[in-house]
């Protein structure tokens, strides 16, 4: 089942990729940064590049996958968001996004954690001490 990763191209997005990448896997990430969505489809990753304020966009890459991990830190970092003012709003767009695409298990990284109408949710925080495997166990999981 199809995996996407938003925010994919922060430090903690990057380590998860690399984690959830096996053979059996479809891993797809969704970035900002040109030199990571290179670096990622070298490893075999699908990549959408884009803002990661533009749900629209975010619902596209998100269409057919069964999970979706968020990284938090992707919301309000550095990069440039032209469509929502506050880290809230990127948030809300993405909570919106997933639900379009009909997502069914979303997995939030960071202290952020939202309800997504009709998925499973689950949240692993900044200080579990191995985020990336715990990000794929969750992902692996029968349920939530």
């Known amino acids: 089942m199809p995996v996407i990763v ?57 269409t057919r996958c069964f999970s979706a991990v968020f990284v938090a830190e992707a919301a309000s970092d550095h990069r440039e968001r032209s469509f929502a003012a506050t880290p809230e709003s990127v948030i809300d767009g993405w909570v919106e996004a997933v639900r379009d695409a009909g997502v069914r298990r979303v997995i939030w990284v960071g202290e952020e954690f939202r309800s997504v109408p009709g998925a499973e949710c689950a949240a692993v925080s900044l200080s579990d001490a191995d985020i990336p495997s715990r990000v794929v166990a969750l992902d692996d999981a029968a349920s939530l």
């Open 6 to 62: 938003i925010g994919a191209d922060t430090h903690l997005g990057r380590q998860i990729v690399a984690a959830l990448v096996e053979p059996d896997r479809e891993v797809r990430a969704f970035v900002t940064d040109i030199a990571a969505a290179e670096e990622l489809r070298a490893a075999g990753v699908k990549v959408a590049l884009g803002d990661v304020s533009d749900s629209s966009h975010v619902t596209g890459a998100c």
